[in-house]
């Protein structure tokens, strides 16, 4: 009786004990509870995130790089969660107001999926609706709305959204509001991470290639003609391709209506550029080794000024889809597509050009500013930057465009997702 009495004693002991732990990894047995109790990050970077648990959000829409940011804001939400987020729809059409009439794509036709799982790995996740169960009747979650809806009441409901009563479900419905449009509660540097995961599918990405050959063997011909030092190996090779640039140049129909009431409403007389001004601004970005190509990235269908191709500075040579002879490229796609390779074009550009209030320019930036970090540049000011970017909305040095780095340090995406005029040659970053 003795012996079985200390047994019993060390087992309710070892059991109290672990139960009570607070060390990350132990927490396991709270889950039964009536609140769910998440792990540290470091244990979850380790675990990775669950796969039996799924956060379902409604179809993405608007343009490349709301969708891009809609996307990352869902499965940041279902990284919180603890939750793999089931994969969802695209618009390959845009349409800002006929919701009925978007014409839905799926992630993975844009998109690699197993690349995205596999670079994010333990970070975020992505599921397909094949890996359900269907053990349960979807929890349907309304998105609350209006000025009450603020960004502390949101974010409780997501924290009331990892107790058990709700985590329980195999499945949480988002219903509502559409992704672009929530609360942003994450760093720049976690959408940054995101960003990074996508990898457009082979079919999109030879495309771009296409497209950016066929600029750079413009920009060799045209300096063929010229006397322009080249550095050439043995072999009569060189080490880089022949530069080019790439200017967001917005001044479609729609933009210009935007821009308009943009500047009266935040009273910003920063937004808005002209023709005229966005040329004049290209014209004095220092350090350019001229004849160089200048790709403008446009909207066509949106585009009323056919004249975007003259006015420009001798040595500059500016080309838009079909003078590049590419449109028979773009025109077999539908809009989400065409943007997708134009988005290759200007990000892989050796000098990139564009509207800080554009969440497409934003986004190019966003991921020149990581390739820069990447290569331990964290500050552009100067001359000679590869990769370099600029903001002609923006007066710099020398009557050129401003200088631009993403603030890698950011507590959220609010000036990328709505633009901003104060923009600096260097970013704020730590490590991650």
């Known amino acids: 009786m003795i ?9 309710i002991l070892v059991f109290r004990t672990v139960h009570l732990s607070p060390f990350p990894g132990f927490h396991w047995f709270q889950q039964r509870g009536s609140h769910w109790v998440p792990t540290s990050t470091a244990s979850n970077l380790q675990l990775g995130v669950r796969r ?64 995205f799982n596999y670079l994010c790995n333990r970070f975020v996740r992505l ?14 979650l309304q998105k609350g709305s209006g000025r009450k809806w603020t960004k502390e009441r949101d974010l409780s409901q997501l924290k009331q959204c990892r107790e058990y009563s709700i985590d329980r479900f ?48 413009i920009g060799t011909k045209a300096r063929s003609k010229v006397d322009v030092a080249e550095e050439f190996n043995s072999d009569g090779s060189v080490d880089q391709p022949v530069p080019y640039i790439a200017v967001h140049m917005r001044i479609e129909k ?10 009266q409403k935040s009273n910003i007389n920063q937004i ?10 290209v014209a004095h970005i220092t350090g350019l080794q001229q004849p160089v190509v200048v790709y403008l990235a446009v909207a066509d269908s949106l585009l009323e000024d056919n ?14 889809k079909k003078r590049l002879r590419v449109w028979e490229i773009y025109k077999k796609y539908p809009y989400l597509i065409q943007s997708a390779i134009d988005y290759e074009v200007c990000s892989r550009a050796d000098v990139f050009v564009g509207n800080s209030f554009s969440t497409f320019s934003s986004i190019i930036v966003l991921s020149r500013t990581q390739k820069l970090i990447g290569l331990g540049i964290t500050s552009a000011c100067g001359v000679g930057v590869r990769f370099a970017s600029y903001a002609y909305n923006i007066l710099g040095e020398s009557r050129g465009p401003k200088m631009w780095m993403t603030d890698m340090s950011a507590p959220s995406l609010q000036s990328i997702s709505y633009g901003t005029s104060n923009v600096s040659c260097y970013s704020n970053w730590k490590a991650r």
């Not at 012996?3 to 087992?11: P, Q, T």
């Not at 599921?127 to 349907?140: A, I, K, M, V, W």
């Open 307 to 320: 004249s975007i191709l003259s006015g420009w500075k001798d040595g500059l040579l500016p080309y838009e």
């Open 254 to 263: 729609d933009w210009m209506i935007h821009c308009k009431k943009l500047e």
């Open 3 to 11: 012996c079985r009495f200390f047994v019993l004693a060390i087992i």
């Open 170 to 217: 195999e499945v949480i419905r988002i219903a509502g509001k559409h992704p672009f449009l929530w609360h942003d509660h994450w760093p720049v540097k976690n959408y940054a991470k995101i960003f990074e995961c996508l990898v457009l599918v082979d079919e999109i990405e030879n495309e771009a290639m296409k497209v950016i050959s066929r600029i750079r063997e």
């Open 272 to 281: 808005c550029s002209n023709k005229e001004e966005i040329m004049e601004r």
């Open 52 to 115: 039996d648990k799924f956060l379902e959000v409604p179809q993405i829409i608007w343009g490349l790089n709301n969708q891009k940011i809609a996307l990352a804001r869902a499965i940041l939400t279902a990284r919180f969660l603890n939750r793999t987020l089931l994969m969802p729809s695209l618009s390959a059409s845009l349409f800002y107001k006929e919701i009925d009439l978007l014409e839905p794509i799926s992630f993975d036709k844009l998109f690699h999926f197993e690349k």
């Open 127 to 140: 599921g397909r609706y094949s890996d359900l169960s269907n053990q349960t009747e979807p929890f349907e």
